[in-house]
T-cell receptor, first 112, second 112 residues
Framework: NAGVMQNPRHLVRRRGQEARLRCSPMKGHSHVYWYRQLPEEGLKFMVYLQKENIIDESGMPKERFSAEFPKEGPSILRIQQVVRGDSAAYFC??????????FGQGTRLTVV | DAKTTQPNSMESNEEEPVHLPCNHSTISGTDYIHWYRQLPSQGPEYVIHGLTSNVNNRMASLAIAEDRKSSTLILHRATLRDAAVYYCILAGRETSGSRLTFGEGTQLTVNP
């Protein structure tokens, strides 16, 4: 059973470009979470999704950030018009209906 | 979210036991105590969780104080691979569906 797969592992974007981060949850997991870890800071919750539904987006910045978890395919975290302050490691986690959360290896976004 | 307090850092020697403390004086009756760890450049990894009784699994043991205001994660024989940041988190019974609030954690250094 493959773990949570995130890609790309590293992403470089120029200011103003769009960043799309993908997360494939573990097989059988219906809950997906996105967390962000800024340099030298702790992990911060961003959004919790189930298939085709956003359950809790209280940690998402109000502008430029969006997330989806479609019926088919991976969950996508999309950042429009990236700025230097978006440079961070973005982690996706998935869990089954009940049980602990499993995290991916993360996508390290660098905005230049 | 109820808050947890952990030492910033701890040091241990290889093959010796490690006791990582966590204070959570404002814990509510429904809060479970979860431990995750994050190895360098990786996503967080579930370690153990419990409610009132001490818990054991293949990775570690969790000792919970009788008043539940503190707990201790015990690594019975530290290895170099155990060097990581350890997070003590209060959440619902299952982390599924729960946003995890990560604090600063304890940076564990294991000396050979």
């Amino acid at each position: 059973n493959a773990g949570v797969m995130q890609n790309p592992r590293h992403l470089v974007r120029r200011r103003g470009q769009e960043a799309r981060l993908r997360c494939s949850p573990m097989k059988g997991h219906s809950h997906v979470y996105w967390y962000r870890q800024l340099p030298e800071e702790g992990l911060k919750f961003m959004v919790y999704l189930q298939k085709e539904n956003i359950i809790d987006e209280s940690g998402m910045p109000k502008e430029r950030f969006s997330a989806e978890f479609p019926k088919e395919g991976p969950s996508i975290l999309r950042i429009q018009q990236v700025v230097r302050g978006d440079s961070a490691a973005y982690f996706c986690a998935s869990s089954p209906t009940s049980g602990e959360a499993f995290f991916g290896q993360g996508t390290r976004l660098t905005v230049v | 979210d109820a808050k947890t307090t952990q030492p910033n850092s701890m040091e241990s020697n290889e093959e010796e036991p490690v006791h990582l403390p966590c204070n959570h004086s404002t814990i509510s009756g429904t809060d479970y105590i979860h431990w995750y760890r994050q190895l360098p450049s990786q996503g967080p990894e579930y370690v153990i969780h419990g409610l009132t009784s001490n818990v054991n699994n293949r990775m570690a043991s969790l000792a919970i104080a009788e008043d539940r205001k503190s707990s201790t994660l015990i690594l019975h024989r530290a290895t170099l691979r155990d060097a990581a940041v350890y997070y003590c988190i209060l959440a619902g019974r299952e982390t599924s569906g729960s946003r995890l609030t990560f604090g600063e954690g304890t940076q564990l250094t294991v000396n050979p």
